[in-house]
């Protein structure tokens, strides 16, 4: 088993954009909204709020980070994991610790989250340096079989993960067929979330509360090559940003481990209180060690 | 019976663009979906050996597009070419040895893809220029409001195997179900533009990945279960569309043959029948504009 390296990476807080003289989208029943909270600075959005909380267009928990040079975006985006350490390194939040709680696709953002007073002093163009651990992490006792990707491998000894007979069980707040995801399908899961195409009502929640930071898992998905369908693969992964009203987008998925049934189950379980909900929250961020600067 | 439509108030607009290259990039390789690397033609430029009516898959190739590729180098013309043009609109070579040939647009992908006769396409290369007769947004079937179309050119309209049943649906006929598992990369895009890439359709590769749609033919009408392409592309149960297979073989993962939307709405808009005839050969033979002389494979039996 290969030991793994980290990165300091730098980001840069993204200005929210539009396109240019286009105020609407328009949203699955054809009518025009304006998306606000798509990216940027966005506040009042937290870990464990419901994913329809807000009118809002993929709002995320955080700041999104970016970068003007397309292939360093990508290469923030592709190595910064969940539960990696953010430091703030310009502007009037300098030296703010945070951090990253998920990704997003096509272009690539980095979804950075800090406390609210840090939150209330980040402007767009701040430089934040992401600490980047995880891609290639293997853990000796999980089956290997199941490639995880895109976590911290101090915050994934924080999630509720037990091995048993050759099996890893993780808990999860749901399990979703395949055939919600959308947007992302077809894309590299170390460079993108996939978007699940649920709303409120949707006969796949069944009632469940999808809430920011919540594990859950996708049945018959592969991340390993791309995101496609695969028979009886399964897919544990953390939902990073809100709803959104446009045809086949969503909450966001942002896959960290990915194996065949046999081996990798999910157990669909709310938590028994709140503090054990199977979800990334800022306690168990705070559990994962902080990166040595000092 | 007939459709009714509003095909008296559509305009055509003159497009041109040119033919596209195919795009590498220096890393070379991309990965199928057990992660085995390849390089394979099949996307841009000018495609020969494929053509509607003909088998999709089977073909040692990577998102193949029959015939012509065709994008506009400028941003915004592109995008009213690749917006405007639909399934049917006839597309004209405008420079080289085979100026005055005439294709059919047959789907989008992120190209504007033109079908031609082998004979023609040898005659063409990358930079080549066309012009698209573009005809058909806004299209309505003023018996069906329910259901939005797109991306149809109306003198298609009356060859393709759409009519209205008895109890007032759309009765559509289709050579393939698709299952909503299989919609892939093009979902969350806007159905104006490129396709829904259809997965589980990876001949000879393993079985888990299949969903039963390896016989899929070029041209082929299927229908999309819970797909709703009224506005964008997206599961909604309940919902269908209705598209044709404009795209070929794959072997990038989450990636497939792609139908170009044509019709959407909700299921109980349209009564769709199965029918392994429905395929734009029909369609393009009675309209005189067949880019094949083979006779229309029969699609294979699934079982189910």
């Known amino acids: 088993m290969s030991s793994i390296i980290a990165n300091n990476l730098l980001g840069f807080v993204e200005h929210a954009g539009l396109t240019p003289m286009v105020s609407y989208r328009i949203d699955r029943d054809g009518h025009p909204y304006v998306p606000v909270g798509d990216g940027g600075v966005v506040l009042g ?14 709002a995320a928990p955080g700041v999104t980070l970016v970068h003007p040079d397309p292939g360093s975006r ?63 992490y293997e853990r000796a006792d999980l089956p290997e079989e199941i490639v995880l990707l895109n976590i911290d491998p101090a915050l994934l000894d924080a999630l509720p993960v037990t091995v048993d007979a050759g099996v890893a069980t993780v808990d999860v707040v749901g399990v979703l067929p395949s055939k919600v995801a959308g947007n992302g399908i077809g894309r590299p899961a170390h460079q993108w979330d996939v978007d699940l195409a649920v709303t409120p009502d949707s006969p796949e929640l069944d009632g469940i509360d999808m809430r920011l930071g919540d594990l859950f898992a996708v049945e018959h998905l592969d991340v390993r090559h791309n995101m496609g369908f695969r028979r009886d693969w399964i897919t544990v992964g953390i939902i990073v940003h809100g709803g959104s009203p446009m045809p086949g987008h969503g909450p966001g998925f942002l896959p960290i481990a990915c194996g065949p049934r046999r081996v990798l189950q999910p157990r669909a379980t709310p938590g028994e209180s709140a503090a054990e909900r199977p979800a990334l929250t800022s306690e168990r961020l705070a559990a994962v060690a902080p990166w040595p600067t000092a | ?119 023609a396409l040898r005659q063409v290369t990358t930079g080549d220029a066309v012009s698209v007769e573009a005809r058909g947004q806004g299209l309505r079937l003023l018996d069906h409001p329910e259901i939005r179309v797109k991306n149809l050119d109306p003198r298609l309209l009356p060859h393709l195997p759409f009519s209205t049943a008895a109890d007032g649906t759309l009765e559509v006929g289709v050579a393939m179900r698709v299952p909503a598992e299989a919609a892939g990369a093009g979902g969350g895009m806007l159905s104006e533009f490129a396709n829904t890439d259809l997965m589980g359709a990876y001949p000879g590769l393993s079985e888990d990945l299949s969903l039963g749609l390896e016989s899929l033919r070029i041209g082929d009408i299927v229908v999309l279960e819970d797909q709703d392409h009224s506005y964008g592309r997206g599961y909604r ?65 699934t079982t189910v």
């Open chain 2, 1 to 119: 019976m007939s459709l009714r439509t509003n095909e008296d108030r559509l305009v055509t607009q003159i497009l041109t663009g040119e033919v596209w290259p195919p795009q590498a990039d220096r890393h070379g390789y991309r990965v199928d979906p057990d992660g085995h690397p390849f390089i394979l033609p099949g996307m841009g430029g000018v495609t020969m050996g494929a053509h509607v009516g003909e088998a999709a898959t089977g073909h040692a190739s990577d998102h193949l597009e029959p015939g012509l590729s065709i994008r506009h180098a400028g941003a915004e013309a592109n995008a009213a070419l690749q917006f405007l043009s639909c399934v049917g609109n006839i597309v004209t070579v405008r420079s080289g040895p085979a100026t005055g040939a005439e294709g059919v647009v047959i789907g989008q992908h992120a190209y504007v893809l033109a079908d031609f006769a082998d004979g």
């Open chain 1, 45 to 58: 959005v937290h870990l464990g709020d419901s994913v329809f909380a807000t009118d809002t267009d993929h």
């Open chain 2, 237 to 301: 149960p309940g919902w269908i569309t209705i598209g044709v297979i404009s795209t070929g073989e794959c072997r990038l993962f989450g990636h497939g043959p792609g139908p170009s939307t044509l019709l959407s709405g909700p299921a109980s808009a349209f009564t769709v029948l199965d029918d392994p005839a429905a395929n734009l050969a029909t369609a393009l033979t009675a309209m005189g504009r067949a880019t094949t002389t083979s006779t229309p494979t029969t699609a294979t039996e």
């Open chain 1, 74 to 136: 990508f290469g923030l985006t592709s190595f910064a994991c969940v539960g990696n350490r953010a430091t703030v390194r310009s502007g009037a939040a300098t030296g703010a610790t945070g951090s990253v709680v998920g990704k997003r696709g096509e272009a690539g953002r980095v979804i950075v989250s800090f406390d609210d007073e840090t939150m209330a002093a980040l402007l767009p163009g701040d430089r934040i340096a992401v600490h980047a651990m995880g891609q290639g």
